[in-house]
């Protein structure tokens, strides 16, 4: 049974380009979050999806950032005009359904730089 | 809304010695208790956590941790630690009607022959 998968690990932006970060949950697992690693610091949550709906975006940047997770295909973090300050990794999770003590897995995230 | 404190940034302990790493939260309503390990450049893997029962929990690698209520506390040990140990260490709490896990800001275990 693959893992929480990620891609690209590595992505490298100039200042005002898009990043799209993806992420494809482990096999029967229907909820995703996503999480931000600033340097030297704990993860932080950013937020939580369904297939097709955002249940939790109240750790998301209210501008540039957004993130969906359709019917169909992976869960996807979109970032418009990046700058410095959003250089960090970007890991998702994912767990089989809102259980109390549900372990998240991780993936093994995308490390964002921009230049 | 909970917190998690893991106030040693840094553990630097010898091969074959044992080390702890602090772990405090604050809640106002039942927790559940989560150490994740990070080695370099990899994502978080889940080494135990704490739901319910007993207040002692084990990884199958050998370290161990203890929920302490009354103190609020988590700590993470390992009596005797090898080089592989050598990782980030992040303590996580989440609130029993919650979904987000809050972590802290991690301790690097480094260890050195």
């Known amino acids: 049974n693959a893992g929480v998968m990620q891609n690209p690990r590595h992505l490298v932006r100039r200042r005002g380009q898009e990043a799209r970060l993806r992420c494809s949950p482990m096999?029967?697992?229907?909820?995703v979050y996503w999480y931000r690693q600033l340097p030297e610091e704990g993860l932080k949550f950013m937020v939580y999806l369904q297939k097709e709906n955002i249940i939790d975006e109240s750790g998301m940047p209210k501008e540039r950032f957004s993130a969906e997770f359709p019917k169909e295909g992976p869960s996807i973090l979109r970032i418009q005009q990046v700058v410095r300050g959003d250089s960090a990794a970007y890991f998702c999770?994912?767990?089989?359904?809102?259980?109390?003590?549900?372990?998240?897995?991780f993936g093994p995230g995308t490390r964002l730089t921009v230049l | 809304a909970q917190s998690v404190t893991q106030l040693d940034s840094q553990v630097p302990v010898f091969e074959e010695a044992p080390v702890e790493l602090r772990c405090n939260y604050s809640?106002?309503?039942?927790?559940?208790l989560f150490w994740y390990v990070q080695y370099p450049n990899q994502g978080l893997q889940l080494l135990l956590k704490y739901l319910s029962g007993s207040t002692l929990v084990e990884s199958i690698n050998g370290f161990e941790a203890e929920f302490n209520k009354s103190q609020t506390s988590f700590h993470l040990r390992k009596p005797s630690v090898h080089i592989s140990d050598t990782a980030e260490y992040f303590c996580a709490v989440k609130g029993d009607s919650s979904y987000k896990l809050i972590f802290g800001s991690g301790t690097r275990l480094l260890v050195r022959p």
């Open positions: 999770a994912s767990s089989p359904e809102r259980k109390r003590g549900d372990e998240q897995f």
């Open positions: 809640s106002s309503v039942s927790v559940y």
């Open positions: 096999k029967g697992h229907s909820h």
